[in-house]
């Protein structure tokens, strides 16, 4: 793949995440890491996600600062106007197999893969887990290929064990029998039961499409010269070491927000926060949050894609209230589903706030969850929502609504025990009863455990920290493909 007048030039790497929030997100966060090491970086998004960073987040000006940092875009296959929450989130996977798939080689080939004047041709390709066709391009061409997975590695690892699981056959999930223990899982035999499974397991026929994307994408990954996760030894050390055994060049790096921070600190003098956000924040809540006695608000946010029904929206509601806390309560526009494609917030939701809560249609969460304020995180388990929290030391209670977010939550209450874990369950009285024993009754235990947890994190991301050399591992690495 050489390139006249390319001598001189730093590597050049692509990097690809699937178009969901959280994805794009972490991958943000790793180009930034890198363009500090003097790499050059595209960043390859779909038109929608590209849209919707230039319109609500701090995008080209924090970017500017990186003359190696440039993005390019491609279609997803989907109509702009396509749901991009609920259960409709995850059609992006096969319509980019279909249609993204094509497209990204075209352009590749077309493009000279990507070399400019002033940039050597694609280095080395790091792409979402989910994205084979990327992975068949890089091998097809002899060009590296890392994986980077945004998900937990407890996901990856169970997914990469789903060949096991349907021999087993834990998969698919029957609906009777989720509490019984799985064996198939390495590491994971005296804990995880069937319904900590992630989501894509929660199929009624092993012919699922979703089901055989992950299945194939997983199993394929040991073919990447790499493999990049976004969580901390201390965290999943025991899972690490599974994964490594297949995987022998892992680079575990986060958690990458926090990571991100630490190197802008040190490089720049500067941490300031970052958004990546598909949505416009909502700021007023930090002033309001202000006002709030120390950890005494409990945090309530399921993420991007979530959406909830109007008697769950009112089951959690009735469930705040009663429990007498102070509460943050970020909802999507989108959130709700209600009849007739109405999606309204509920008026009566809105009046009962008013004595103890506050509601924004979406938050500054890193900044959220690091105020005095917060004592508790009320979440759907998702990774970076997950990291966030506890790296701020800020117990959960998790309610998994998709994907990696049921095997997060069980580690979260089972394995660190930070938290608690409600899935499957949607009561006003559970609700009510767990956010006293995690602010109130179980409050100190819960407490000493995630700060302890949150030790353990910022020691990772800073000089000498296992994330903070695996970075340096991986920055050599990429630099020596140009040796």
């Not at 109405?342 to 004595?355: A, C, F, H, V």
Request: hydrophobic share 40%; proline share 5%.
């Amino acid at each position: 793949m050489g390139h006249q007048g390319a001598e001189g030039l730093p590597p050049h790497v692509l990097l690809f995440p699937l178009p969901i929030q959280g994805h794009v997100n972490s991958m943000l966060k790793l180009a930034e890491l890198l363009c500090l090491a003097d790499i050059h970086v595209t960043m390859l998004v779909s038109d929608y996600s590209h849209g919707r960073l230039l319109k609500h987040a701090n995008i080209q000006s924090r970017l500017a600062r990186y003359p190696g940092f440039c993005f390019r875009t491609i279609s997803d296959g989907l109509p702009e106007d396509h749901p991009r929450a609920g259960d409709r989130a995850m059609e992006v996977i096969p319509s980019m197999k279909t249609v993204t798939g094509p497209l990204f080689k075209a352009m590749m080939i077309s493009n000279n893969c990507l070399a400019s004047e002033n940039r050597r041709p694609v280095t080395c390709i790091v792409a979402d887990g989910v994205l084979g066709f990327a992975g068949d391009f890089a091998l097809e061409k002899g060009i590296p290929l890392i994986y980077f997975h945004s998900a937990s590695s407890c996901c990856f690892w169970s997914c990469f064990c789903l060949h096991e699981l349907i021999e087993a056959g834990d998969i698919p999930l029957k609906g009777n029998g989720m509490d019984m223990l799985v064996s198939s899982v390495p590491g994971m035999e005296d804990f995880l039961r069937r319904r900590d499974l992630p989501g894509f397991c929660r199929v009624n026929d092993v012919a699922d499409p979703y089901l055989q994307i992950i299945k194939v994408g997983c199993k394929q990954t040991p073919r990447a010269q790499g493999v990049i996760e976004n969580t901390f030894d201390d965290l999943e050390g025991p899972i690490l070491s599974q994964i490594r055994n297949q995987c022998p060049n892992l680079y575990s790096v986060g958690p990458l927000h926090a990571h991100l921070k630490a190197r802008l600190a040190e490089k720049m003098k500067s941490s300031t926060a970052s958004s990546n956000s598909f949505w416009e924040e909502d700021r007023s809540c930090m002033t309001w949050l202000d006002s709030q006695p120390s950890k005494s608000v409990i945090y309530v946010s399921f993420g991007s894609i979530t959406v909830l029904t109007r008697d769950q929206l009112l089951e959690f509601w009735f469930g705040l209230i009663n429990s007498g806390r102070r509460f943050l309560w970020v909802m999507r526009p989108d959130s709700i589903a209600g009849d007739n494609g109405d999606s309204q917030i509920p008026t009566e939701l809105l009046n009962g706030t008013k004595e103890r809560g506050y509601m924004v249609s979406w938050a500054p969460q890193e900044d959220v969850l690091t105020h005095p304020a917060i004592g508790g995180f009320l979440t759907h388990s998702g990774w970076n929502s997950t990291l966030e929290s506890i790296i701020a030391g800020v117990p959960m209670i998790c309610w998994p609504y998709i994907a990696d977010q049921f095997i997060n939550s069980r580690f979260v209450s089972e394995v660190w025990k930070i938290g608690l874990d409600m899935k499957d369950t949607c009561d006003r009285l559970i609700v009510e009863t767990m956010i006293r024993d995690l602010m109130e009754a179980r409050k100190d235990e819960f407490q000493q455990r995630a700060n302890q947890m949150a030790k353990l994190a910022k020691q990772a991301v800073h000089e000498g920290g296992s994330s903070y050399s695996n970075v340096d591992r991986l920055i050599d690495y990429i630099k020596s493909m140009i040796i």
